[in-house]
C-alpha cells in the first residue's frame, strides 16, 4: 500500500496570494481523500498534480470558515466534471454536529443541484472539546424539515470504551476521529493500516540455510 499526502494549504484565517487556506489530500489505492477545505481550495487543486474528481471522502476538523468555506463551491465544481450516473457511490463527508445543516442550507440557497449523491456523517462533540462558553448544540438543526438524501448520513458517538469514533474499518485500514481542544468542537483523524502477514520465500531461506 502507497500513500501520499499533498499540502494545498497551509494558511491560517483566511487564503493569501501565496498560501492557501487549511486543505490537504491523502492519496492511496487510487482514492483521494480531502482533509479540511478552506476558502480556494478547488482553486488549489488545479494547479496541483491531482484530481479533484478522484475525491471520495472529505473530513472536517471543525467548523471555522477557513477551513470548510470552500466545501460547497468544491461539491459544485466536482458536479460540474460529473457525468450523471444512477449506481454512483456517495462522497462521504465526515465533520462535527451542524455540517449537514450547513452544506444542504449553501446548495439550497443558491439552488445548486449536483449530479453525484453525497452524504454527511456528523460526529457528535462532547462539551470539555472547547471552553464552555463556546459550545454551541446544533443537535436540534434539521429536526422538522431533513433534507432528502439526509438518511444517508450517519450520527456518530463517542466509543468510551476506545474514547474515539469509528468512522470506517475495512481489512486494510481503520478510520477513527479522535477529540481535541480548540474554541470550537474540533477532531484529529487516524488511518491506521491493519497488521499484515509478510510474505517469505520458504524455499530461499532453506537454500540459504
Known sequence: ??????????????????????????????????????EGTQTQLMRSHLRA????????????????????????????????????????????LGLRSFLWRSLELSHSQLLFPYAVHELVPTRDQCPAEEFKDFS???????????????TVRL???????????????VLRAFRLFHRVPSFGFVVEEKPRPGRLNVQKLKDLG
Not at 422538522?144 to 450517519?154: D, F, S
Request: charged fraction near 20%; include cysteine.
Open 1 to 38: 500500500m502507497s500513500m501520499d499526502i499533498t499540502f494545498l494549504g497551509t494558511g491560517s484565517a483566511y487564503p493569501s496570494p501565496a498560501r492557501g487556506a487549511s486543505a490537504l489530500v491523502l492519496r492511496w489505492e487510487g482514492e483521494s481523500w480531502l482533509f479540511d477545505c478552506g
Open 53 to 96: 474528481g478522484r475525491i471520495t471522502k472529505i473530513f472536517i476538523t471543525h467548523l471555522h470558515g477557513d477551513h470548510f468555506f470552500g466545501l460547497p463551491g468544491l461539491l459544485c465544481t466536482l458536479s460540474l466534471q460529473s457525468n450523471p450516473g444512477p449506481n454512483k457511490p456517495p462522497v462521504d463527508i465526515y465533520g462535527p
Open 140 to 154: 436540534h438543526l434539521d429536526r422538522e424539515e431533513a433534507p432528502p438524501w439526509g438518511a444517508l448520513g450517519r
Open 159 to 173: 466509543d468510551p470504551a476506545e474514547n474515539s469514533y469509528l468512522l470506517e474499518e475495512d481489512e486494510q485500514l
